[in-house]
Structures are given as structure tokens and as C-alpha cells.
């Protein structure tokens, strides 16, 4: 593999289990997400606040908005090699993906560009195409899950890297968020995803690895 995205899990232990609503309200105030989300599933919460924009369908014009490099400082980012070529690398990858699905020609790429987060800044690339005909939810998330921005490129054997070397389930870390309407849907990728479970929060954070990496 040329890039691998491999993760890690932090636990918190409250002194007392909060609201998870109103837990969720205060983070959300604090880090202002592009992409919010509340979800309870059974006694736990799961919340997240993610920037990216996994892909968005508006009458067959399908958008991917792929995150790669994280920093406080603008000049860092936009200038470092390996933030560059990672973002490539999935942007590439992101091109071979909607290829499946999206009419040939149609594929267009821009980038790097630049988005500017309270916390933090991240490069990006737009990836757009045009969808085959009785092209729908079930062909999209066949050709594009899980977005390449968290496995790595080439998908597969990132994949399988992960599954080796990861010692726990991703579960609701790095996976999709989305509406779904009549003509326009709209998926994040599940990242700043955290889940409450009683009084213990949950945290599964990744990074990606190129030979430009420095342990």
C-alpha cells in the first residue's frame, strides 16, 4: 500500500454521566462542525462533528470533498510533501471510484484547496462526475464505502493492513453519516466521532502513514 490511515481509541471516565444532549450541544458549540450528528442507540449516544463531506448527489451530479493533512498553521500545511501527496493519492482514488458509477468523461478533480475549521486547518480536493442512469444509494455506497480518506490507497490492501494491525473494531468511527431525499442526498465521513456510554466517552482518531512520515 502507498498510504495507510491507521487509528487510535482514547476512553474518558466523567465523575458523572452527563446528558448526552447536552453534551453533544456543548461540543458542537465549541468546534462548530460542517457536519453534526446525534444519534441514540439503545442506553449509549453516539455524536459527531466531522468536516468532511464524503459525497453529495443533487439531480445526478455527485460531488466527494476527500480530507488529507491537519494543521493549526497555514503555511505548514499547504507547503508539507506528505500532506500533498496524500491528498493526491486519494483524490486519484476517489477518481477510480466514481468511475464506477459515473458516466465516462464526466470526472472532474480540483485541488488543493484549503478549509478553515475553528480548531484547525485541512486541504481538501472536490471530486465531481455525473451519474450513470439507475444509478442510486446502493450503487454509490458500493463504489465509494469506506471513503479512501480513512483506509488508505489502494483501498484493498490498506483495508486488510488495518484489519491486521488495528486491535479493535472501527464500529461507529470512520463510517457515514447522511440524509437521503427525492432528487439530493448527503453523506459525511464519520470522523471527530465519539460515543457515550454511560458515564465513559470514546474516541477513535486517525492519521495517515506515506513514506514521508516521520515517526
Not at 507547503?79 to 464526466?106: Q, W, Y
Not at 480518506?149 to 453519516?177: H, M, N, Q, W, Y
Request: glycine share 8%; charged share 25%.
Amino acid at each position: 500500500a502507498y498510504e495507510i490511515n491507521l487509528s487510535q481509541r482514547w476512553t474518558w471516565r466523567f465523575k458523572r454521566t452527563p446528558n448526552p444532549a447536552e453534551l453533544f450541544s456543548k461540543i458542537g458549540a465549541a468546534m462548530r462542525p460542517r457536519f453534526g450528528f446525534f444519534e441514540r442507540t439503545g442506553a449509549d449516544a453516539v455524536m459527531g462533528f466531522s468536516p468532511e463531506l464524503f459525497f453529495s448527489v443533487n439531480n445526478r451530479h455527485i460531488l466527494a470533498e476527500p480530507i488529507k493533512g491537519t494543521s493549526v498553521n497555514a503555511d505548514n500545511l499547504i507547503h508539507s510533501e506528505k500532506d500533498r501527496a496524500e491528498l493526491l493519492m486519494i483524490t486519484d482514488l476517489f477518481r477510480n471510484d466514481l468511475g464506477k458509477i459515473c458516466v465516462p468523461g464526466s470526472i472532474r478533480a480540483a485541488g488543493p484547496m484549503e478549509l478553515e475549521i475553528p480548531y484547525a486547518r485541512h486541504l481538501f480536493s472536490r471530486v465531481r462526475g455525473r451519474l450513470r442512469a439507475r444509478t442510486g444509494l446502493p450503487e454509490i455506497l458500493a463504489a465509494l464505502f469506506p471513503s479512501g480518506s480513512v483506509t488508505g490507497a489502494p483501498k484493498i490492501s490498506s483495508c486488510r493492513i488495518i484489519d491486521r494491525l488495528e486491535p479493535f473494531c472501527r464500529e461507529e468511527a470512520f463510517g457515514a453519516v447522511g440524509s437521503i431525499g427525492a432528487t439530493r442526498m448527503e453523506f459525511a465521513v464519520s470522523i471527530r466521532t465519539a460515543r457515550l456510554m454511560g458515564r465513559l466517552l470514546r474516541y477513535t482518531a486517525g492519521g495517515g502513514i506515506t513514506v514521508y512520515s516521520d515517526p
